[in-house]
């Protein structure tokens, strides 16, 4: 139903987090379907390129995906390592 006592900034905030969710949601299903999940599971902290080359990807995309997972608090960026480690919790899921 619509809401017409929704003002012009909650309704952005709506639309942002419904492209955030959906973003979320296809950085995800790319990580199941490449195998990134997988071979991050079973890595200890590691930089994009060894991510990359143990998963078989090209480092420039897969650290695009490692952004976006960065920045949606599933992985998590050690900046002085330049390494991403994905957290135990994540690893069981």
Known sequence: MLD???TTEEF??????????ASLT???????????????ATLPAATSTQ???AAGLHERYVREWL????AAGVIEFAPAEATYVL????RRF
């Open 4 to 6: 017409m006592t929704e």
């Open 12 to 21: 952005a905030e709506r639309m942002t987090a419904a492209i955030d969710s």
């Open 26 to 40: 296809l950085l995800a299903s790319i990580g199941h379907q490449s195998g990134l999940f997988d071979t991050m």
């Open 51 to 53: 991510i990359a080359d």
């Open 67 to 70: 952004g976006g997972l960065t």
């Open 87 to 90: 957290p135990l919790i994540e």
